[in-house]
């Protein structure tokens, strides 16, 4: 199949490893990290909980988990991402997207610890690329639909899915999967289990800390699994020639940590950490003729003890770690690097939010208006530098805006 060079450049050192010949993938831009969020904490996000509309694309099953307190977020790119904005830059891509999530625990009207989310993400992807000194436009674009529930008591069990609706076309070449219309689709699905460890630990214990130190903390563990990108071949002119979808197994963990003040001095979170390690396997695998064999299953090549837990990459699969730490629910800092194949690749970013100052100011009057938003709203901002200091570079920020803790009779 004919891709664009500036694609083939860009995902040259997330899709092609020649000691293994795995991850020779069609539509490689179904693995960009599209939340800036997440890629700035090493593109982790499956075994995460959080509140990032685009977080689904890693793992479907967080839609059920996040629906226990977020009913609406939004979020956005401010402007498109720039593809190749490192010192080594030979192209340019340009990313724009959109993504929404829904969701509401039931647990007040069903009397059942229950809650559902659903998910939307619109993506775009454009480039001009010029190959033998002719120029090739190229635009790829996916919406994905997505939908998860969640049982959470006293553990959290969520399980989701993804539908993606995926278009492509270069140079008036049009994407076809199983001879059929144009276009293609795809399936992700995943499961997330969290764990509320100071809940099981005790309340009589946290009740314990909290008045002997005025403070409350909170410590969550979780664990996630997901598969992007499961369809058939797709191709643009000749079906015999069709390539595999880069099906994609992630699996990992996260710890969740923060330390708030009670309710009655003064109620925000003082601070707060995420961790995460994850691992990903292209589960594609060719032959020494570059014929397509059976996809892997399950975990791949992904070893726990190594990948996940010794957070090392190796020829096969790539290992993925980040923190964030927020002060004063008002500044937020991530950190987190990816490894494998290629050697170590580092990214960051930094982001604001308005809850820490709507608290505060809810705290200064007595205003229902200010209660209102302070107990149900939040607005985010973020910048992410994504595989810095390397021709594939992204910079790229967004903005979230956010309803919680909802509640109908």
């Known amino acids: 199949m004919k891709r664009s060079a500036g694609s083939i450049l860009f995902f040259i050192a997330i899709l092609i490893n020649s000691a293994s010949a795995q991850y020779q993938a069609a539509l490689p831009f179904l693995a960009f990290p599209v939340s800036p969020d997440n890629a700035a904490m090493g593109s982790i996000g499956t075994a995460l909980p959080a509140n990032d509309a685009y977080g689904f694309l890693y793992n479907p099953a967080k839609l059920g988990y996040q629906g226990q307190s977020t009913n609406f977020s939004l979020q956005f790119y401010l402007r498109n991402a720039e593809l190749g904005n490192g010192p080594f830059a030979i192209f340019h891509d340009n990313i724009s997207s959109f993504g929404f999530n829904l969701g509401y625990n039931f647990e007040h009207l069903l009397k059942i610890p229950l809650s559902i989310g659903a998910g939307y993400v619109s993506t ?25 529930i969640g049982f959470n008591y006293p553990v959290s069990f969520s399980a989701g899915i993804t539908y993606k609706s995926i278009t492509s076309a270069l140079s008036g070449l049009s994407l076809k999967q199983n001879e059929g219309g144009e276009g293609a689709g795809a ?60 099906r994609i197994a992630r699996a990992g963990y996260g710890i969740s940590a923060g330390i708030r003040l009670p309710k009655g001095i003064y109620d925000i979170e003082l601070v707060h950490l995420d961790f995460g390690s994850e691992a990903e ?53 991530m950190r987190g690097h990816i490894s494998g194949p290629f050697g170590l690749q580092k ?32 607005l985010r901002y973020y910048n992410t530098r994504y595989l810095i200091d390397t021709y594939q570079a992204v910079s790229y920020s967004g903005i979230e805006l956010t309803f919680s803790n909802f509640i109908f009779d």
Do not use: C
């Open 124 to 148: 775009a992807f454009n480039s001009q690329d010029i190959i033998e000194l002719q120029a090739f436009d190229q635009k790829d674009s996916y919406n994905a639909y997505a939908l998860g």
């Open 187 to 246: 399936i992700d699905f995943g499961l997330f289990i969290n764990v509320p460890v100071f809940d099981l630990i005790g309340q009589k214990i946290l009740n314990n800390i909290s008045r002997d130190l005025s403070i409350v903390p909170s410590l969550d563990f979780s664990i996630g699994y997901s598969q992007s990108n499961i369809g058939s071949k797709v191709y643009y002119i000749d079906p015999a020639q069709a390539d595999p979808l880069p």
């Open 281 to 333: 396997d292209y589960l594609i695998v060719r032959d020494s003729t570059g014929g397509t064999l059976p996809y892997q299953t399950f975990l791949g090549d992904i070893s726990i003890g190594k990948n996940i837990l010794g957070i090392k990459g190796d020829q096969n699969v790539y290992s993925h770690t980040g923190i964030k730490i927020g002060i004063l629910e008002s500044a937020e800092y």
């Open 347 to 378: 990214t960051d970013g930094w982001g604001f939010r308005l809850k820490g100052l709507f608290t505060f100011l809810a705290d200064q009057r007595t205003n229902a208006a200010m209660n209102f938003v302070a107990d149900h709203i939040d």
